[in-house]
């Protein structure tokens, strides 16, 4: 059964600094990894998806980076501003079915 | 494009109660999903549609729970006689079955709340 695992559970930044995230799972059979935004009481937004042929995606100011072997992905947020305060969480598609199996998520709070 | 949509987004009940909750996918996408994410916790996926048919169900989807997707649009998920640990926020999402592996891109919905007194 996959385990994804994110550390740290919570984060406080001061407004301008790069944000670090990880992710770590423990079948590295997989199709591909999504990360999500989730703010409070809402849904997902899909920030990223990397395939599991890619090493990294990126998208505006979000880098993110997948070593399959190692069973680790990283999303870093460049120059983070209060509106990046939410919630984000990996998701790891394996290879041979369509669920989605999810970390906990890190939350995020950038002070202004 | 008008995203994925969920109703309600917020249903409280009495332990007991019967609850159903519709999702409307992107109108082109094949596959649906259906998670449950309690305070704190990552979603846990629950079951799956291609098109009309049912092809998962988790072991978390007991007896009380059922889905539906008639004629492969919209979907509905029941919950009979809920119990307090039902309350919990149920997601929708849905992908593309065919196409290139981007396509597999599952979008989320806004949820909904359910909370069981």
């Known amino acids: 059964k996959q385990e994804v695992t994110q550390i740290p559970a919570a984060l406080s930044v001061p407004e301008g600094e790069n944000l670090v995230l990880n992710c770590s799972f423990t079948?590295?059979?997989?199709?591909?990894l999504q990360w999500f935004r989730q703010d409070p009481g809402k849904g997902l937004t899909s920030l990223l998806l990397?395939?599991?042929?890619?090493r990294e995606q990126t998208s505006g100011r979000l880098n993110a980076s997948l070593d399959k072997s190692s069973g680790r992905s990283t999303l870093y947020i460049a120059a983070s501003q209060p509106g990046d305060s939410a919630t984000y969480l990996c998701?790891?598609?394996?290879?041979?079915?369509?669920?989605?199996?999810f970390g906990a998520g890190t939350t995020v709070t950038v002070r202004a | 494009d008008t995203g994925v949509s969920q109703n309600p987004r917020h249903k409280i009940t009495k332990r007991g109660q019967n609850v159903t909750f519709r999702c409307d996918p992107i109108?082109?996408?094949?596959?649906l999903y259906w998670y449950r994410q309690t305070l704190g916790q990552g979603p846990e996926f629950l079951t799956y549609?291609?098109?009309?048919?049912?092809?998962?169900k988790s072991r978390l989807l007991s007896d009380r729970f059922s889905a539906e997707r008639p004629k492969g649009s919209f979907s509905t998920l029941e919950i009979q006689r809920t119990e307090q640990g039902d309350s919990a926020m149920y997601l929708c999402?849905?992908?593309?079955?065919?196409?290139?592996?981007?396509?597999?891109?599952?979008?989320f919905g806004p949820g909904t709340r359910l909370t069981v007194l």
């Open positions: 999402a849905s992908s593309l079955a065919e196409g290139s592996p981007q396509d597999n891109e599952q979008f």
């Open positions: 079948d590295s059979a997989i199709y591909n």
């Open positions: 990397i395939q599991s042929s890619q």
């Open positions: 998701a790891v598609r394996p290879q041979d079915d369509y669920k989605l199996s």
């Open positions: 109108s082109e996408h094949n596959r």
């Open positions: 549609f291609q098109n009309e048919a049912q092809l998962e």
